[in-house]
Nanobody
Framework: QLNLQESGPGLVKPSQTLSLTCTVS??????????WSWIRQPPGKGLEWLGA???????HYNPSLKNHTSISRDTSKNQFSLHLSSVTPEDTAVYYC?????????WGQGTQVTVSA
C-alpha cells in the first residue's frame, strides 16, 4: 500500500523559509513513471498546485510561485521536500503531498502551516 505523510513546523515567521517533508512508504520514489507533487489549500480557497519532482529527479513548478519554490528529494530516506522562501501570511494553508502514477492518485493527510509573527 502506498502511503504519504507530511511533516514539518506548523508555524513559520514572515520572510523565513517554509520547509516540509513528505515521507513515502510502499513504493520507491525512483520507480518509473511516478510523479510526486506538492499542493496547498488556503482557508476558504481552492487547491493550488505548487510543483513536483518526477521519478527521474526532474522538477516542475507553478509559474506564479517559481521564484520562491524549490522541491528536492532524498532517495536514501524515500522522502521529498518542499521549500518556499520569503513567506507571507498569505502562504498560510493546509499543505498536501500527492503521488500520481497512471490513472491512480494518492494523497497525504495534509498538514496545517501558519505564517505569523
Amino acid at each position: 500500500q502506498l502511503n504519504l505523510q507530511e511533516s514539518g513546523p506548523g508555524l513559520v515567521k514572515p520572510s523565513q523559509t517554509l520547509s516540509l517533508t513528505c515521507t513515502v512508504s510502499g513504493v520507491s520514489i525512483t520507480i518509473n513513471y511516478y510523479y510526486w507533487s506538492w499542493i496547498r489549500q488556503p482557508p476558504g480557497k481552492g487547491l493550488e498546485w505548487l510543483g513536483a519532482i518526477s521519478y527521474d529527479g526532474s522538477t516542475h513548478y507553478n509559474p506564479s510561485l517559481k521564484n520562491h519554490t524549490s522541491i528536492s528529494r532524498d532517495t536514501s530516506k524515500n522522502q521529498f521536500s518542499l521549500h518556499l522562501s520569503s513567506v507571507t501570511p498569505e502562504d498560510t494553508a493546509v499543505y498536501y503531498c500527492k503521488a500520481i502514477m497512471g490513472r491512480s492518485a494518492y494523497w497525504g493527510q495534509g498538514t496545517q502551516v501558519t505564517v505569523s509573527a
